[in-house]
């Protein structure tokens, strides 16, 4: 027979069994509290026994995560002053050790930290903890966001099931440019007509190609989604030079539309770069402007050879930022003469050494030019450029290229080769092109909405929560007059998520910091004409004030906006 283990019982028992062996045990426990303890038993405490789950193994009882092995336990509490084992309350009859109980005092805030843990991971962004200032309107956002979620406490009823009128009225609204003016508050949005026919006609964007089979935004780190689709230009040269001659007329129509102020700005998207055409007038410049993020070393010297002028903005900045902090910190360290030769060495270490274009006559005075291998000119211009290699593929290699050196820039990217991909899925696939407005072969799109309905959180309670999510290429007027919409149809209260294409931030950069600010006289003359409400036009004319950052979270309430980079 199995020798007797105290306090453990080898097989299973019903409960009723396992009471009565338990007060029996208590009761012969209680008399020999003092009294030495029985030959072969273990010795107890003046207390209670140590007691064991009766159900687990001896070996391989489960413990809570923490706990001391089951030597090292807590001693289970003694029975009540007064009063027999058998007053003992059930549940600890039922529960004789005490290690369990710390594990089942922290379930529940371990359930607090899963729910906690769940609701972090619903979380769309990194909200900054600082927002801006309550304003009236909220800076132009250059950036092309491909998620917007709207939540207002208020539903989105009047964002759904558009009726055939409604969205042909939309349509013709877009391609006629019509300015629409709502109220301030619209009581009952689901019956206002109006209301849904500007939210259509802002929903509208025109897009080169269309392949309906394919999500051609964005292009950049597409080759996943793209993989598996059907290319049949991929091995046929012959289609491809069909391809890229219609998207360079489609393209050359978009520069001509955007130099006679017809069209405000359009996006070029590569599988390697993002190229943004402004016209004259917006964003605080008073020529055509484009900027092409992000750029390799071998783009800029293809630019260069093609006498391409451009220049590149946060390099600048960043140099310029050096050059006072360094005079500052010469300043300084002149008072101190033991630090003058340190500061001075580490001022001049980011600047590339001039020496490389000295002659080495000095290996000839020592008499051992033939000895010495000397750098060839290749080894001279990559050390030299070896600051700018370091930036490639980064935001700070942003190039901004100004005036006619625009034009310049269209042929250039209409010739080159590198503007396609040559292996890969979007092997001879032509750039895409992005627009406000009608171009030639460009064929007109819709943002996908959607209204959801759900439950939130808050506090200890769950609240409604309406929400309205806008999937697709959301380029900058298509945000700033669905907020307007949303104004007058969430009476002044709501907030959103804005989910970035991250490669498109750096556009919110002040490339024109230098020019004086332009009136509005100098940004309407002729841009009227290119097919934005007037309260778009007048967000996208101020200079940008996010830098290479963009709105991440944006929120209005009574008629005032916040938001947050």
């Not at 009823?157 to 006629?176: D, S, V």
């Not at 002659?359 to 750098?375: A, C, I, N, R, T």
């Not at 942003?398 to 005036?403: I, Q």
Request: net charge positive; glycine share 4%.
């Amino acid at each position: 027979a199995a020798p007797a283990v105290p306090g453990y019982s080898p097989g299973f028992k019903k409960p009723p069994a396992m009471l009565r062996l338990k007060r029996k045990r208590l009761r012969r426990s209680e008399p020999a509290a003092t009294a030495s303890p029985p030959c072969g038993a273990a010795p107890r405490a003046l207390s209670a026994p140590a007691r064991r789950n009766p159900f687990s193994s001896l070996d391989n009882a489960p413990r809570a995560a923490g706990t001391p092995p089951p030597r090292e336990r807590a001693r289970r509490p003694p029975t009540p002053a007064g009063g027999s084992p058998s007053a003992a309350p059930f549940w600890q009859l039922l529960e004789p050790a005490c290690e369990d109980k710390p594990a089942r005092r922290a379930e529940p805030c371990e359930r607090a930290d899963v729910l906690a843990l769940s609701d972090d991971l619903h979380l769309p962004v990194a909200v900054p903890k600082v927002p801006s200032s309550p304003t009236h309107e909220f800076p132009a956002d250059w950036s092309i966001k491909t998620r917007l979620l709207f939540m207002s406490s208020q539903p989105f009823t009047w964002a759904e099931h558009l009726k055939a009128h409604e969205e042909a009225q939309g349509f013709a609204q877009h391609c006629r440019a019509t300015e629409t003016n709502l109220p301030q508050s619209i009581q009952e949005p689901k019956l206002s007509t109006e209301l849904r026919c500007a939210f259509q006609q802002s929903l509208v964007y025109w897009l080169h190609p269309s392949l309906p089979w394919l999500q051609l935004f964005p292009r950049i780190g597409a080759d996943r989604r793209i993989a598996g689709k059907a290319s049949p230009w991929s091995q046929d040269e012959a289609l491809q030079q069909a391809l890229m001659s219609d998207w360079s007329v489609s393209f050359t129509s978009l520069y001509n539309l955007l130099k006679a102020k017809l069209c405000p700005y359009f996006y070029v998207c590569t599988y390697q770069f993002t190229v943004l055409f402004r016209a004259a007038g917006l964003a605080g410049s008073d020529i055509i402007t484009a900027v092409i993020s992000p750029t390799t070393r071998g783009l800029r010297e293809a630019m260069r050879n093609e006498g391409i002028e451009f220049s590149l903005p946060l390099v600048e900045e960043s140099r310029t930022r050096k050059q006072k902090n360094s005079e500052v910190n010469l300043e300084t360290e002149v008072a101190n003469s033991l630090e003058v030769g340190n500061s001075t060495g580490d001022a001049e270490e980011p600047a590339p050494s001039d020496d490389d274009d000295e002659s080495f006559s000095w290996l000839e005075e020592m008499g051992v030019q033939d000895k010495v291998k000397k750098p060839d000119a290749i080894s001279i211009k990559l050390r030299k450029e070896k600051h700018e290699v370091q930036m490639d593929h980064k935001p700070e290699s942003l190039a901004l290229v100004k005036g006619t050196n625009t034009f310049t820039l269209l042929n250039f990217l209409i010739n080159c080769k590198s503007l396609v991909a040559v292996a890969g899925p979007q092997a001879g696939l032509p750039p895409t092109l992005l627009s406000p407005v009608a171009f030639r072969g460009g064929t007109m799109q819709t943002l996908k909405a959607r209204s959801i309905n759900a439950k939130a959180r808050v506090h200890l309670a769950y609240e409604d929560v309406f929400s309205l999510e806008i999937v697709g290429p959301v380029m900058p007027h298509s945000l700033h007059s669905l907020t307007t919409l949303l104004s007058s149809a969430q009476r002044g209260a709501f907030s959103a998520v804005l989910y970035t294409h991250e490669p498109t931030a750096v556009f919110n950069t002040n490339v024109d910091s230098a020019s004086p600010a332009l009136n509005k006289e100098t940004v309407h003359k002729g841009l009227p004409r290119c097919g934005l409400q007037p309260k778009t036009l007048d967000q996208l004319s101020q200079c940008p004030v996010l830098g290479k950052s963009s709105i991440r979270f944006l929120e209005m309430k009574d008629y005032a906006y916040t938001w947050r980079s």
